[in-house]
């Protein structure tokens, strides 16, 4: 599987930023779809999960903010970020994992939220 992730950019705390990550390869075994995401000097750190079944988890630090969606074909991963903070800015990395635990990275996307 094969990840490409886009849609980061600069914007003002308030605003909003949608990303989007396209899964190529063979999509049928992947079970878990995640976003990541790591800021200057602190450790990559598990955003959103979307599961196989359909059912999304989120950190505490972006809970009712961001929201994570895939379509039926696993082909595209999204993540809507909305009332973006300051401490939000990081570079974002799409991740996978499949059902025998293997896993896959984007090449990330950087984030920056201006005060």
């Known amino acids: 599987v094969q990840l490409q992730a886009s849609g980061g950019g600069s914007v003002q705390a308030g605003g909003s930023l949608r990303l989007s990550c396209a899964a190529y390869?063979?999509?049928?075994?992947?079970?878990?779809m995640n976003w990541y995401r790591q800021a200057p000097g602190k450790q990559r750190e598990l955003v959103a999960t979307v599961s196989s079944d359909g059912s999304t988890k989120y950190a505490d630090s972006v809970k009712g903010r961001f929201t994570i969606s895939t379509n039926d074909s696993k082909s595209r991963l999204y993540l809507q970020m909305d009332s973006l903070r300051p401490e939000d800015t990081a570079i974002y990395y799409c991740?996978?994992?499949?059902?025998?635990?293997?896993?896959?990275w984007g090449q990330g996307t950087q984030v920056t939220v201006s005060s």
């Open positions: 991740h996978v994992q499949d059902r025998w635990f293997k896993v896959y």
């Open positions: 390869g063979s999509r049928n075994s992947i079970d878990d």
